[in-house]
């Protein structure tokens, strides 16, 4: 799939997204906005796309699940810019965490993580530690973080990744990020369905 169809396709799901939000906000219980809302923060399913800085993009399924208060696991897809059926450029992961309130208005998480990244050329399975901090202000969802992997085949890395989300109702956000991933530092725009 090429970087156009990428940002066409993003666009597309963007733009059905917010035509539909006008009518589900009609027909949905209006809860309020909280500041931060654990259960929401943890509880999503995203797709976006990011652009690398080695000149590359790749599309990312994300989904998180609460399962027991504070414990949390979570999971995502990259698909690089090959296409499924390419030559690699993929990557997939595991992180299984805990998140814990900090003050009345900021959460921390932390997690280790496992997963597997083709580089293009070579496989390699991959484990690792992050820790984030989040907050809500009104329907702006704040976060930053750090973490640490080790690549069984390619070495070690820290990474890094700092945001936003825009809540355009308790369920429906669209954001953007900046982060350090397996192919390099590069903006990652998304959307996503926060239960």
Same mark, same amino acid.
């Not at 399962?67 to 696991?73: A, I, L, Q, R, T």
């Not at 702006?140 to 080790?150: K, M, Q, S, T």
């Not at 989300?165 to 982060?179: D, N, S």
């Given at each position: ?76 897809? !990259? ?5 499924? *059926?390419?030559? %690699?450029?993929?990557? @997939?992961?595991?992180?299984? +965490?805990?998140? $814990? ?63 936003? !989300? ?5 369920? *429906?956000?669209? %954001?953007?990020?900046? @982060?350090?991933?397996?192919? +390099?530092?590069? $903006? ?8």
């Amino acid at each position: 799939m090429t970087s156009y169809n990428k940002v066409f396709a993003l666009t597309v799901m963007v733009t059905a997204l917010a035509a539909a939000t006008p009518a589900l906000a009609h027909t949905q219980n209006q809860s309020p906005f909280e500041s931060p809302q654990t259960q929401r923060a943890f509880n999503f399913l995203s797709a976006g796309i990011a652009d690398h800085d080695h000149g590359a993009d790749s599309i990312i399924i994300e989904g998180s699940y609460q399962f027991s208060s504070p414990w949390f696991v979570s999971a995502y897809v !990259r698909d690089g810019d090959d296409g499924p *059926f390419g030559n %690699g450029r993929d990557a @997939q992961g595991l992180k299984l +965490g805990r998140y $814990l309130w900090l003050s009345d208005t900021v959460i921390a998480d932390f997690s280790g993580r496992v997963g597997n990244v083709d580089f293009g050329v070579d496989d390699s399975g991959y484990w690792g530690v992050e820790g984030n901090l989040r907050t809500r202000i009104d329907r702006f969802e704040l976060f930053a973080g750090l973490g640490w992997v080790d690549y069984t085949d390619a070495g070690s890395d820290s990474q890094y990744q700092f945001g936003t !989300r825009f809540y355009v109702t308790p369920e *429906f956000a669209v %954001g953007a990020r900046y @982060q350090d991933s397996e192919f +390099g530092d590069g $903006l990652r725009i998304e959307a996503s369905y926060h239960f």
